[in-house]
């Protein structure tokens, strides 16, 4: 999936919550999705969805390439 949808999403950084963290003991680190040029995470489920959905060759193409 990374690889396919690569071309179309930002990579978004990791950033560590001082609040969060200290509040609940642990270290809590956020994806910072709201970098993406939509301002959400959606496009990296909807482009790895879209991308994955191989368009069938027609049965020309498959035969040709059997050969």
């Known amino acids: 999936a990374q690889q396919r949808i690569e071309p179309y999403i930002m990579r978004t ?8 963290s200290a509040q609940l ?10 970098r993406q040029r939509t301002g959400s995470f959606k496009p990296r489920g909807a482009f790895n969805n879209l991308l994955s959905r191989a368009v069938p060759a027609s049965r020309e193409q498959q035969l040709a390439l059997a050969v």
Do not use: I, M, Q, T
């Open 13 to 20: 950084p990791l950033a560590r919550s001082n609040l969060l």
């Open 25 to 34: 003991g642990f270290d809590v680190w956020l994806k910072l999705e709201n």
